[in-house]
């Protein structure tokens, strides 16, 4: 359980970093190190240099953009978690955060760093891809950005590029003031490795119809997966409905098994964790006022 | 490489690996000997610091890393030699430890809880120690030495810091914990946190 030798780099810029990165094939980003650090130890990952980004002054803070939230990719998962700015305006990633570890990892852990590391069950990329937020990607070339779901692409997998660091996740505003989320997932233990997990967003009109829906589940397959329940929008988001739009927008679902739970139980649950998250975020939408401001 | 850290309010200086872990650093270079090593990869807990005031796992960072941040430890918690804090003294009254491999790690767990919250709900303590493993005492004991301490420091005529005042926005994320009054400063009136 001791990591094998490496060097050890902390650049003073963002520009420095992406230089260090492009120039060596065999050099790993470190920014929280709440999954790197695991797996040096046990020596899965073996490489020869670090770059520690964590305290890049380019890539912390959370900031408001026309339509979007930033959330730079070094923001710890503990101070989104009590971002007052988030809890606003990204709602759905407020919710799901105390889910992700424990709060000792989330001292340490990033936003950043969950994205990168792509694990199908977790909770983050789950809120980025339902939402179809945008990865920006910084390299000694310039910045570019990425859909959430384009970049995702199985387990542990990106189409992240040499060279390439997650400098910030662009998080989309919904416009609409009566906005709900809900957030479902069964795991062995609370902040274990979710076996299923869904995520939804709905905004309600003054006439509580469904104007705007978005639907994902994480853990049953590779990667997280965005639901099209479109089919949805302008109904009262009534029990009838739900059940026939999450099942037919589940028919294709591609399921995984293994150790913990099989193919079957997965479907199953994550059909039922989809209803169960649109109804909350229905009665969460709903409990917003429909007057002026509140 | 050359590493300066700040221990328990002491800086401490050593020449060390990039791949030495902080727990390693704290136990080996400077003989403190009360943060655990459990499993090394970050699953219980028991090797739990507090930096800049919130614990974190001190196997998954490492040493060279932790440079400019308050590193504190369970021998830091102690008013003086040979005294317990109130937290400490409460594990031993309800008898919240029996082997005491995961006690250090949960304490810190829950010193930092009781440093932003003075009336825990038992939600709070459960998941102020969710990432500590416990293989003696079932966590009953636990729960109710840190229900007992969050008691006995309400009623203690000591000034505590304000609810979240330790969590600012705007400060950044490597900011020094804040409204944390040392000893010294218990006698001066108490300044609201900005």
């Known amino acids: 359980m001791k990591p094998a030798p490496f060097d050890y780099v902390r650049p003073g810029s963002l520009a420095e970093a992406c230089a260090l990165l492009a120039g060596d094939e065999d050099a790993r980003v470190i920014a929280g190190g709440q999954t790197l650090v695991p797996m040096l130890a046990m020596r899965l990952a073996r490489?020869?240099?670090?770059?520690?980004?964590?305290?890049?002054?380019?890539?912390?803070?959370?900031?408001?953009?026309p339509g979007a939230i930033v959330v730079g990719a070094t923001t710890r998962q503990a101070q989104a978690e009590r971002d007052p700015l988030i809890a606003a305006a990204v709602p759905m990633l407020a919710r799901v955060l105390p889910w992700v570890g424990h709060p000792p990892t989330r001292n340490r852990g990033t936003i950043g760093g969950s994205i990168a590391n792509a694990d199908p069950s977790a909770e983050i990329p789950l809120v980025a891809v339902t939402l179809g937020a945008e990865?920006?990607?910084?390299?000694?070339?310039?910045?570019?950005?990425?859909?959430?779901?384009?970049?995702?692409?199985?387990?542990?997998?990106?189409?992240?590029?040499?060279?390439?660091c997650v400098s910030a996740i662009r998080f989309p505003v919904w416009p609409q003031r009566r906005i709900g989320v809900g957030f479902f997932e069964i795991s062995a233990r609370r902040s274990d490795f979710a076996?299923?997990?869904?995520?939804?967003?709905?905004?309600?009109?003054?006439?509580?119809?469904?104007?705007?829906?978005?639907?994902?589940?994480?853990?049953?397959?590779?990667?997280?997966l965005r639901l099209d329940v479109s089919s949805l929008i302008g109904t009262e988001l009534d029990a009838a409905s739900v059940q026939e739009a999450v099942h037919a927008a589940s028919a294709e679902l591609d399921a995984m098994s293994d150790l913990h739970a099989s193919a079957a139980y997965?479907?199953?649950?994550?059909?039922?964790?989809?209803?169960?998250?649109?109804?909350?975020?229905?009665?969460?939408?709903?409990?917003?006022?429909?007057?002026?401001?509140s | 490489m050359k590493v300066d850290l700040c221990i328990n309010g002491a800086t401490c200086s050593a020449d060390i690996e990039p791949r030495k872990t902080l727990l390693d650093?704290?136990?080996?270079?400077?003989?403190?000997?009360?943060?655990?090593?459990?499993c090394e990869h970050g699953v219980c807990g028991a090797c739990t610091v507090l930096v800049d005031g919130e614990p974190v796992r001190s196997c998954l960072m490492f040493a060279v890393q932790a440079d400019g941040y308050e590193i504190t430890t369970i021998e830091g918690l102690a008013p003086a030699p040979g005294e317990l804090s109130v937290l400490q003294d409460a594990f031993c009254e309800t008898h919240g430890l029996?082997?005491?491999?995961?006690?250090?790690?949960?304490?810190?767990?829950?010193?930092?809880?009781?440093?932003?919250?003075?009336?825990?709900?038992?939600?709070?303590?459960?998941?102020?120690?969710?990432?500590?493993?416990?293989?003696?005492?079932?966590?009953?004991?636990?729960?109710?030495?840190?229900?007992?301490?969050?008691?006995?420091?309400?009623?203690?005529?000591?000034?505590?810091?304000?609810?979240?005042?330790?969590?600012?926005?705007?400060?950044?994320?490597?900011?020094?914990?804040?409204?944390?009054?040392?000893?010294?400063?218990?006698?001066?009136?108490?300044?609201?946190?900005?």
């Open chain 1, 47 to 65: 490489p020869a240099r670090l770059v520690d980004i964590l305290r890049l002054p380019e890539l912390a803070g959370i900031s408001e953009r």
């Open chain 1, 135 to 164: 990865i920006m990607l910084a390299s000694s070339g310039g910045t570019k950005s990425v859909p959430a779901d384009d970049f995702l692409i199985g387990p542990m997998l990106t189409t992240i590029g040499e060279g390439d």
């Open chain 1, 195 to 224: 076996f299923a997990a869904a995520a939804a967003q709905v905004a309600l009109d003054d006439r509580d119809l469904c104007s705007d829906i978005a639907l994902g589940v994480d853990g049953v397959g590779d990667r997280p």
């Open chain 1, 266 to 293: 997965r479907r199953r649950v994550a059909i039922a964790l989809c209803v169960r998250a649109l109804q909350q975020a229905r009665a969460d939408a709903a409990a917003k006022s429909t007057a002026g401001a």
């Open chain 2, 25 to 38: 650093a704290l136990r080996e270079n400077f003989l403190l000997n009360g943060t655990h090593a459990g």
């Open chain 2, 98 to 194: 029996q082997c005491g491999y995961c006690t250090p790690g949960m304490i810190l767990a829950a010193h930092a809880l009781l440093q932003h919250t003075v009336t825990p709900t038992r939600d709070d303590i459960v998941e102020a120690i969710s990432g500590n493993i416990c293989r003696c005492t079932g966590y009953g004991q636990i729960i109710e030495a840190v229900e007992f301490a969050a008691a006995r420091l309400r009623i203690a005529n000591t000034p505590r810091p304000h609810h979240g005042a330790h969590h600012p926005v705007d400060a950044g994320h490597d900011a020094p914990a804040e409204g944390v009054l040392e000893a010294a400063e218990a006698d001066e009136p108490v300044v609201e946190a900005k």
